[in-house]
């Protein structure tokens, strides 16, 4: 399975590409516009979410609930396109129109400057439209595809925000996924699965909105139903911990990838950072700790996969900070743009839906991937085999 999206962020719509869905999936509109509404979510989040209401066009693929088994092409219109046409249109400009909206002063952080050194953009609008966050619109769009895959596959998926400028959630053991689920959902709206944290979490969004300034943090999605064995050792782009953590590393603003105790175990011994094999009747083969995060040798152990991804801080600032304007040279203060002040909660969605994309398709890979039912037979065929094994 592969996708594609395009679109700017203040251009007509944003677009996805779906290719290599088995045929006969149950999908809705509301399986994708869920994913959409929650992205929309967040304390921090700035004006723009106020302007879009993210839904689904479905143009292609799926007929009257089910996948077709031909590519899945979705779309979803930018309301703020209305405010744009005479910026943002596809038509060329008459002799009597200037471009508008010229930029020419680079944000540190941002792909600004460094996108317009590569394509030769003097206005760098033409790099900020594409390598605007905005983009995670469609990437989630293609990863409810995936997550819906998934869900039928009784393989069950969750972001959270584990950490928001320094302000950490104590880790709850106890919790299962479908605690994790329920809570992430609830208020405080940071996705915080720790009540006390989420507040402490909204104080420091507002104090750094107040101070025109932004603030990053920790996003971790949990992963649960997957049998052991999905990936491969044998290849180095089979490996789908190296996958999952590329696809991460890929969402805007992220700067890192960790998976079980992650960095940590660097500090560690081996016989604290290893998971002990047990055996049962019931479970089959599993594990005494999960300490690796449910990846060994590039592939799941069984246990719950557990990925943490960091943002930093957003770079549009209201605070600014030194750049150069590239016309005149001349030294300025980074120019205000609207902007959010913490995407954090926002960003655990995304990543959310980019690790599930990266799990469906090393699923669809390693099963009969032409249609649903046989799909599904062979996952639940496999789980059999290595439970008496
Ligand atoms: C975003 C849309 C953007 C930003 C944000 C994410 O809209 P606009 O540029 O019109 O404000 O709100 O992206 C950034 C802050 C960024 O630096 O890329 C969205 O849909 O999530």
Known sequence: MRYLTAGESHGKQQTTIVEGLPAGMP?????????????????????????????????????????LGSPIALVVHNDDFKHWIDVMGEDPLSEDQDIRRVVTRPRPGHADLNGALKYGHRDMRNILERSSARETTARVAAGAVAKTLLKNLDIKIVGYVNEIAGIKAEENLELSIEDKIRISEESPPVRCLNEEAGKQMMDAIDKAKKDGDSIGGICEVTIEGLPAGIGSFVHYDRKLDGRIAGAVQSINAFKGVEFGIGFEAARKNGSQVHDEILWSEERGYYRRTNRLGGFEGGMTTGMPVIVKGVMKPIPTLYKPLQSVDIESKEPFNASIERSDSCAVPAAAVVMEHVVAFEIATAILEQFPNDQFSKLKNAMDQYREEIRCF
């Open 27 to 67: 999908i809705t509109k509301d399986d994708i516009n869920d994913s959409l509404l929650r992205r929309q979510k967040g304390h921090g989040r700035g004006k723009r979410m106020q302007i879009e209401k993210d839904l689904v066009d479905i143009v292609g693929g799926i007929r009257h609930g089910y996948t």
